[in-house]
């Protein structure tokens, strides 16, 4: 059974500061997977989706890698703003179903 | 991509009563699906909704208590059945689009069962 992991739960840092935030999976057979933003009591916005072949996405300031054999993924956010402060979600998906199995997310707080 | 909407966006209900939560998609998809986010967790897959047959449900959620319709390729609608406060949640709909399932959310549906 996949199990997705995101450490840590919390994170805190001072406007301008980069952000890495890790996610783990269990079972490495993964089609793709996917990276949201959501905002308190809001819904999942897709940030950055990575297929099982690819090693790195980018997007604006955001870039998130894949290391599937070791079962990780990180996004980086770069020059974090307080407009960046939401939980952040990574959630990965076999192509058998088309299930997503979602990390419990990093809550981020940028201070200005 | 695909603009998802849901309604109601948020509702409180009494014990024992039934919600029912729609979603409605811009485009035609192939694939959607209810999530369920209870305060402080993360998502759960409660079932796949298929147009034209019966839903797909996830271990630990049956029909009787979520019955769930999908008459076309752009609507589906999810039924949170004799609600306890345990309900309480946000429940979402997501769509896949593309070849590399990529998936969609709605804005979700904020339920309080008292």
């Known amino acids: 059974k996949q199990e997705v992991t995101q450490i840590p739960a919390a994170l805190s840092v001072p406007e301008g500061e980069n952000l890495v935030l890790n996610c783990s999976f269990t079972?490495?057979?993964?089609?793709?997977l996917q990276w949201f933003r959501q905002d308190p009591g809001k819904g999942l916005t897709s940030l950055l989706l990575?297929?099982?072949?690819?090693r790195e996405q980018t997007s604006g300031r955001l870039n998130a890698s894949l290391d599937k054999s070791s079962g990780r993924s990180t996004l980086y956010i770069a020059a974090s703003q307080p407009g960046d402060s939401a939980t952040y979600l990574c959630?990965?998906?076999?192509?058998?179903?088309?299930?997503?199995?979602f990390g419990g997310g990093t809550r981020v707080l940028v201070k200005p | 991509s695909a603009v998802i909407s849901q309604k109601p966006s948020r509702d409180i209900c009494q014990r024992g009563t039934s919600l029912t939560i729609q979603c409605q998609v811009d485009s035609q998809v192939t694939m959607m699906f209810w999530y369920r986010q209870q305060p402080g967790q993360s998502l759960t897959l409660i079932a796949t909704a298929n147009q034209g047959s019966e839903a797909t449900y996830e271990s630990g959620f049956v029909i009787d208590k979520f019955p769930i319709s999908r008459p076309n390729l752009t609507f589906s609608t999810l039924t949170v059945s004799n609600m306890s406060p345990e309900d309480s949640s946000i429940y979402l709909c997501s769509v896949s689009t593309n070849r590399v399932l990529e998936q969609y959310f709605g804005p979700g549906t904020r339920l309080t069962v008292t």
């Open positions: 990575i297929q099982s072949s690819q």
């Open positions: 079972d490495s057979a993964i089609y793709n």
């Open positions: 959630a990965v998906i076999k192509a058998a179903g088309n299930k997503l199995t």
